[in-house]
């Protein structure tokens, strides 16, 4: 193991997403005026760490079927033909190409594809440390952020406001809380 300038703790090697710390949200524009926020309760990660950050992967994926936006009923509707068709496509992945380090923020750049639509997208993020915990584990924390505009990966529901507009915006940010585990 090596370390490296972007943490003195850096380690090379195979991290585990550590689920119970970890937290993959979303919001978009609603009715005009305001928000809709949800997560996806079931998701995965591996990051491969290299001799630099900058030689380091990350390969994702999200089961769709797990939306949660505290109400029921939507989540429903998300998982149908109108957004998500959870039925031919229940999950969404992430896969990096690059990664570029500027003190401890971070860029990867990668393939996502959702409803079997893959896009290029930029995680904007900052890089936590790394820590071992009370039990031994060498642990890694980041934060990281995109946008997507939903119409590219098909998307495309909506519905016309009586008073002029839309009710769901075209882009949605999507808020990563990552907290990884060095694998033995």
């Known amino acids: 193991m090596t370390t490296s300038s972007i943490h003195p703790a850096y380690r090379t090697g195979t991290w585990k997403l550590d689920p119970t710390h970890s937290e993959l949200s979303f919001s978009v524009r609603h009715l005009a005026i305001s928000k809709v926020k949800g997560t996806f309760e079931s998701f995965d990660a591996t990051l491969v760490t290299g001799e ?10 999200i ?5 949660n936006t505290n109400q029921k009923d939507r989540d ?3 998982r149908t033909s109108d957004f998500f068709l959870t039925d031919e496509h229940p999950t969404a992945t992430f896969t990096s190409k690059q990664f570029t380090v500027d003190g401890d923020d971070f860029t990867a750049t990668g393939d996502f594809t959702l409803r079997g639509v893959t896009k290029q997208v930029v995680l904007k993020g900052e890089f936590g440390g790394i820590v071992t915990d009370g039990y031994g ?7 990281a952020k995109t946008k997507i505009n939903r119409h590219d990966f098909g998307v495309n529901w909506n519905a016309a406001l009586e008073a002029g507009g839309l009710t769901l915006g075209e882009d949605v940010t999507i808020n990563l809380e990552l907290q990884f585990v060095l694998q033995p």
């Open 52 to 61: 630099t950050l900058e030689e380091s992967s990350l390969d994702a994926t």
């Open 63 to 67: 089961d769709i079927a797990s939306v």
């Open 76 to 78: 429903q509707h998300l």
């Open 137 to 143: 584990q060498t642990k890694a924390g980041v934060s």
